[in-house]
């Protein structure tokens, strides 16, 4: 195993320092493993966070605009309430505190104690999951669909939402109203190596790609062979165009790599996903190509789109400033 | 008259589930490996080796308080989904014993009964997930059914023992619903549950300790 | 091979549409691979440029506040004259135009042809040349040292300036004396593949890192076993140290990545060189941490350092809006 | 009376020169994968196929255009270190061919050597430092030799042949010290250069041809 790291165990706390080393308007809380701003204002807090190894998700989206704090689990684990609660406590100036949650049952069971616990204190905590993988088939009985790179908009939606003073129950309509129009789908080129494992929890030959691969490594649709970027561009976005009607509507576009994918090879894929989407007379209203929400040190990548209408368009278009997306 | 657990000995039996856990490392361990992210086992004997070292002031609880603060460790040590769910179990638990000086044999069943229903509530599943729930489900069942039987308590802890473990090993031929192991194109079926097995052993350890107290 | 691309030989331009797609302030002209501003202020124009493969270098930091085009060679080799041409053109307003070079022989022949070519037309051109490279000795005989990930800074200080209205010989000026003030060290984990070539240049073994190596891959100083985070700091750091005396002075930081190693790691590495700086009396007054200067799918990572005084200080904190950096 | 080659003797030359290259790809691109990147071979064979089909332009011009065009042309095609370094040549050698009807023995030393100059003033190299001026300079000395000691045409052909290809291997045994053979451990010692292999076989050609014309 080849990571710059210290010691396996330590990787989320010396990350998180190492972070808020670099960007001094935030507060690192020790053994708690919260992100949170330093200068709070009264405004629904929003709160988001998971099991570590997607950076920048989620304490590179901390600060003005988007999240009031990021609650960071060990690497594809879910955080424990407790830390949960300190991440709600840090973000709540009295306007309550909206959790954004990625549906893996872990993270629904954590989020979800924290929130009562919280509560028990009269903190008032709202929250919203978000399921846009659609390599997962919906549904109410299993967990049902992943939550993925669309979570990345969801934070900025509801984001914005917050900045402009809106009240609890407004911001979360917000979130829900995004991740309503919100699909993504992945597809992974290697696997990835869990530090305190120290070997890949799967293997993808020489030639093989899998399609559909969650950002754990969880199995995805169809083991193939290698594509290329324009099959690659074909097969993404035709299962999440099956999955939701985009035809005729302005989007949100997001191109993410999952870590060790070069951004020429993203930008490559970028440009084909745009021609694809022009012929189908969708129009990309702002396009976000990077690493937004990784698997560790895996090869491949995810297209996420994210339907607008005027509020949203607003909302994405308003400022925010943290490690991870500036916009001015 | 029957058994009178105490706070203190329900930290000896902390003990005993503790030792469980540690001996059976490699083999849980796999079993997580196999359907999951194989961290299980390495959460819950993290959970109990801080349940060991917290035994000095466990025992000088009430036993709702006791029960709580079990829970509250398991739930911020063990992590993961294990964790969270152990916790609800223990908070839900503490309730049935709020000014309890000592759990009879009634009060056990309603221990395990609270678990269940904590842990039911919180996780969103039902026994035949391929869960921990399927040792201590049929556990409880068990237990309420030997105790309307009038069953003697000897008789009871050794059935509801057998209950759990046959619990356990039937996740066997599930279909995981909840967690990882439903990701998993066969649904994990032909694995054992890995949060069933240190489910059993914990309910296996307990009745075990029981049994010495009679 | 496993990459997200189409036809090996043409990754640059399908790069560079994709980049243009989704930054439409942005210009691309075809053939001649340049990407440039869409509009035009009257200022000293700045160019750089060279092979590619190290995105976002540079065509992602064309824009506000640092540069005016950014010329693409193909995959590690420099480009043409007449590409580089163009790109001076494009950047011209009338006030002359500031060549950002990286040290190497091929760049350095090319950008120089291209400089007399449009001295001819009457434009005038200035040139600056980064070797911020510590792994190399410097020399005036031999081409001597490489520039690396320490040219971002370059591009940042010179665009500020630049941007503040300064004629081109206080533009030049600024550039030199940034680039008097960086140095730069790097580590590779992985080796990487030319899609024209199709199989790695070097292999490094199971558990064998190379100090010191290019960006090009070009041979390092050192192969030596995988290291800590906190060693493999302290080599970096020592290396740049040992050439330019930081102490007692305040820098900017940059922790850059070569492509695959995710950013874990990199704010792991962060948290050891910042505690190793501080531990020097070395004050870190800004620091970038992520992927600014890459070699294709290359593992590993560069630490560089710029020395800053008030006006470096003013030069690096002005505002700038690039796809690959954006400063508010 | 000796030789004249006219723009389109010139153009004859290079589909002669073209073919020579492209016979020998495999052979250079093994030399410059061993110090280099591996891209001299299809650098320097692109251009010379575009200066082929440019042939139809070339001969109509005047030698001083002609130079200039294949200077544009080498330089945007060839690419790399090699096609800016071929660009400047062409470019020297067009002005000492202003107002040139045709190129005589004294005319295509001054060519070469034009060539040389402008070579070593944009790469900023010297003969030694194991690049295709080792064989284009004890081509041009010998040239300038010949011409002194009053040679005929025919011997100083051969001989300046012989010198460029005698340059060229000599390369074998020198340290690079620009381009990227100089990063190497051992500065590519041992190793042929092949931009010097690729300056043969484009001098070699030229006298030649120059030879067909006596
Ligand atoms: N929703 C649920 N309800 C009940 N038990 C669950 C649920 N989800 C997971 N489990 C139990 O948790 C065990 C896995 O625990 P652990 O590995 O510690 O957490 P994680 O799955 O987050 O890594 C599973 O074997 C299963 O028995
Ligand atoms: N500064 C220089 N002066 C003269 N010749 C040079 C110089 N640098 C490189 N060369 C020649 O160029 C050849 C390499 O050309 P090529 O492979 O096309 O370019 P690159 O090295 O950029 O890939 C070398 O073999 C050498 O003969
Ligand atoms: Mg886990
Ligand atoms: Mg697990
Ligand atoms: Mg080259
Ligand atoms: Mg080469």
């Known amino acids: 195993m080849k990571k710059i790291i210290n010691n396996p165990n330590n990787v989320v706390s010396e990350a998180l320092q ?174 990835c190596i869990l530090p305190a494992v120290g070997k890949p929890g799967f293997v993808l030959g020489e030639n093989e790609i899998e399609i559909g691969m969650g950002i754990h490594g969880e199995p995805g649709v169809q083991r193939t062979s290698v594509k290329t970027a324009s099959e690659v561009a074909d097969i993404l976005l035709a299962k999440i165009l099956e999955d939701y009607d985009y035809s005729g509507s302005e989007v949100a576009l997001m191109v993410n790599g999952l870590g060790a994918t070069p951004l020429m090879e993203l930008y490559i894929l970028n440009n084909e996903v745009e021609k694809i989407l022009a012929s189908k007379g969708i129009k990309v209203y702002r396009t976000f190509v990077g690493n937004y929400m990784t698997a560790l040190e895996m090869a491949g990548c995810s297209i996420t789109l994210m339907k607008l209408d005027d509020e949203l368009k607003e909302l994405l278009d308003a400022p925010c400033s943290t490690p991870a997306l500036i916009i001015k | 008259m029957g058994f009178q657990l105490s706070s203190k000995d329900y930290t000896e039996y902390i003990k005993l589930a503790a030792a469980k856990i540690h001996e059976n490392g490699d083999y849980v361990t796999a079993l997580d490996s196999a359907t999951g992210d194989g961290d299980h086992w390495t959460n819950i004997n993290s959970g109990f080796e801080k349940l060991v070292e917290a035994i000095p002031e466990l025992e000088t609880l009430s036993l709702f308080e006791e029960f709580k603060k079990i829970g509250i460790i398991m739930m911020s040590v063990i992590g993961g989904s294990s964790g969270v769910l152990y916790g609800s179990a223990y908070m839900g638990a503490a309730k049935v014993l709020k000014d309890k000086e000592s759990i009879e044999n009634q009060d056990m069943c309603n221990v395990l009964e609270a678990m269940l229903n904590s842990i039911m509530a919180r996780g969103n599943a039902q026994p035949g997930f391929k869960t921990m729930l399927d040792s201590l489900h049929p556990a409880v069942e068990c237990y309420k059914d030997c105790i309307a039987k009038g069953l003697s308590e000897k008789e009871t802890v050794a059935l509801v023992k057998k209950a759990a473990i046959d619990g356990a090993q039937s996740t066997a031929n599930m279909e995981a619903v909840r967690g990882r192991a439903c990701y998993q194109a066969n649904k994990g079926v032909g694995n054992l549950d890995p949060g069933a097995i240190t489910m059993a052993y914990q309910i296996e350890v307990l009745m075990d300790y029981i049994a010495t107290k009679l």
Do not use: W
């Open chain 1, 18 to 191: 190492g972070l808020a080393k670099a960007c001094p308007e935030l507060k690192y809380t020790e053994n708690l493993e919260v992100i949170s701003r330093k200068n709070k204002s009264k405004k629904v807090g929003l709160v988001s966070g998971g099991g570590s190894g997607h950076e920048p998700a989620h304490a590179g989206y901390v600060g003005e605009g988007m999240l009031d704090a990021a609650v960071a689990g060990n690497v594809f684990s879910s955080p424990s309430p407790d830390r949960i609660i300190k991440g709600i406590e840090e973000s709540n100036s009295g306007e309550g505190v909206l959790l954004i949650i990625k549906n893996y049952s872990g993270d629904i069971m954590n989020f979800g104690m924290a929130k009562e616990m919280a509560e028990m204190d009269d903190i008032r905590v709202e929250s919203v999951v978000v399921k846009d993988d659609v390599a997962v088939p919906d549904s109410t009985y299993s967990t049902g669909r992943r939550g993925i790179a669309g979570t990345v908009f969801v934070h900025k939606i509801a984001g914005a939402k917050a900045e402009k003073g809106a009240n609890l129950d407004e911001v979360k309509a917000a979130a829900e109203k995004a991740i309503a129009n919100i699909r993504s789908m992945g597809m992974a080129m290697s696997s």
